[in-house]
């Protein structure tokens, strides 16, 4: 999923005036009908980045010649702040026609804000090409995909539900004898205990990429989080068993519960511990092996 961006290459104009714009090395001006300019910006996140409030700034640079980036600030009203990128040094070099992808921060969610206000976005990039002075650039942004949204919405179910309870999975693998399942506990605890205080639902465990539930005992559904203290034991088995499943795992132990806090409904993602991914990962590898 990509956010789209497209930005206009300032041109200056010489002392004469004449009324022309030009273009030299490969980079060439743009007209205000939203014409190509000479960087796309696309927002991306990697499977590593989930659950760990981070995304991907990917910039492209469309002409024949070098470009100069120092720094790319995305703004939406769904973040209390900007999504931003900023150099360490002299700089970032955009080879001509290749991308590169720069890891940025997501800043806290803007709870009150309407996802509907996602298509409201701008982006400003400060850039220079070779023996010009740096320009600073504001245009328009799109979301066709929702990349901004669903990391808001997922940010703002964390922080509703932390509210009302904390959920960590226990470190304890449970494995059964045949080595085939095993059971990990969803450990609930009341932020605030007591009688009055307010619950969400926890409608159904999503499977990952590397664990499923076992059809000998599903995992449970439509679960009220609230004033108790609770353990929910939920028995897995391995999702797949290709040679590549715990090589190339990014997001297998990060388990997606969809919840229903008062008129919010989304994804809240539990991560294991390293302890226990270590553990799991053991255990799928094990559970995976031929028998004998």
Not at 153 to 177: F, G, H, K, Q, Y
Not at 261 to 286: C, H, P
Request: charged letters at 15%; hydrophobic letters at 40%; glycine letters at 8%.
């Amino acid at each position: 999923m990509v956010v789209a961006v497209t930005l206009p290459l300032a041109v200056a104009c010489d002392s004469g005036g004449s009324g022309s714009s030009g273009s030299s090395g490969g980079i060439h001006s743009t007209t205000a009908s939203g014409s190509p300019g000479p960087i796309t910006v696309e927002v991306n996140q990697s499977r590593d980045q989930y659950g760990k409030q981070a995304i991907q700034l990917q910039l492209t640079n469309t002409t024949d010649s070098p470009l100069t980036v120092t720094s790319a600030r995305l703004q939406s009203r769904l973040f209390e702040g900007d999504i931003s990128w900023e150099s360490s040094g002299g700089g970032l070099e955009l080879p001509p026609r290749q991308p590169k992808s720069l890891p940025a921060a997501l800043p806290a969610a803007n709870c009150e804000a309407s996802t509907d206000e996602s298509t409201e976005l701008s982006v400003r990039i400060n850039y220079s090409a070779a023996d010009t002075a740096p320009v600073e650039e504001n245009t328009s942004a799109s979301d066709p995909f929702g990349v901004l949204p669903r990391n808001a919405s997922e940010l703002c179910i964390a922080s509703e539900a932390a509210a009302i309870a904390t959920m960590v999975l226990d470190p304890v693998l449970e494995v059964a004898a045949d080595g085939r399942t095993a059971v990990v506990r969803l450990v609930i605890s009341p932020a605030t205990p007591g009688s009055d205080v307010p619950s969400l639902t926890i409608e159904s465990f999503e499977e990952t990429t590397l664990l499923a539930q076992s059809s000998a005992a599903p995992w449970p559904v439509n679960v009220t989080v609230g004033a108790a203290q609770q353990e929910l034991p939920l028995t897995i088995r391995p999702a797949r068993c290709d040679p590549h499943a715990v090589a190339e795992d990014k997001v297998g132990t990060l388990l997606p519960l969809r919840v229903v806090i008062g008129d919010r409904k989304g994804l809240l993602k539990i991560a294991a511990s390293n302890d226990l991914r270590g553990r799991i990962y053991d255990f799928v590898t094990a559970a995976c092996a031929p028998a004998g």
